[in-house]
């Protein structure tokens, strides 16, 4: 167990539908992570929240944005879906640095 | 950031010495070399990290060779729940975020 939880675990929506994803970090983690997981495939970054700022994002359309909380829980939202938005959607928290980041069971989300 | 090479598959017996060698030519000096585990459907798990030489925890080794153009991620006496995805990544200990390839998948039979 990690600490790092995140809601629903599975979601299947239709396409041109809108999601939120949820994920409460890990105690004293000020720093989250977002990473969509295709598969077969390892991770791949989506953006990053430091103290409720986005603090890096990868090459994702901004269709996919964020939000982090004061207590630095966090949100993904996506909208527009598309099918190839069908993936796990891991979250991670640290301390602000990348090594050492814990992950989440992921939300594995369908789109239909 | 540095890009990683690794094998995409590799077979063992259950109680045998694995070794997953992880290429990294463009290694910049102040990057680290860090192993993530994962099992279906669910998070990457850290595994051990490590900068130079050798680094050894409860759950594996790591080797770097003074070069740090490759490491060896050493998993002793593995076991059936070993059967994962192991990547290896490459990156600072600043406000980065980790680049995963598509790791090397371990499958262990008894």
């Known amino acids: 167990e990690t600490g790092v939880t995140q809601s629903p675990t599975h979601l299947i929506k239709t396409r041109g539908q809108q999601v939120t994803l949820r994920c409460s970090s890990q105690s004293g983690h000020n720093t989250v992570s977002w990473y969509q997981q295709a598969l077969g495939q390892g991770p791949q970054f989506i953006f990053q929240y430091y103290r409720e700022e986005e603090n890096g994002r990868g090459n994702f359309p901004p269709r996919f944005s964020g939000l982090q909380f004061p207590n630095y829980s966090s949100e993904l939202n996506v909208n527009a879906l598309e099918l190839d938005d069908s993936a796990l959607y891991l979250c991670?928290?640290?301390?602000?640095?990348?090594?050492?980041?814990?992950f989440g069971q992921g939300t594995r989300l369908t789109v239909v | 950031l540095a890009k990683t090479t690794q094998p995409i598959s590799m077979d063992s017996y259950e109680g045998q010495e694995v070794n997953i060698t992880c290429s990294h030519n463009?290694?910049?000096?102040?990057?680290?070399i860090t192993w993530y585990q994962q099992f279906p459907s669910q998070g990457p798990r850290f595994i051990i990290q490590?900068?130079?030489t050798k680094v050894t925890n409860e759950v594996a080794s790591l080797f770097i060779p003074a070069d740090r153009k490759s490491s060896t991620l050493s998993l002793p006496r593995v076991s059936l729940s070993d059967t994962a995805v192991y990547y290896c990544l490459v990156g600072d200990r600043g406000y980065s975020t980790l680049t995963f390839g598509k790791g090397t998948m371990l499958l262990v039979s008894p």
């Open positions: 463009n290694i910049a000096t102040n990057d680290y």
């Open positions: 490590g900068y130079k």
């Open positions: 991670a928290s640290s301390m602000g640095r990348a090594e050492g980041a814990f």
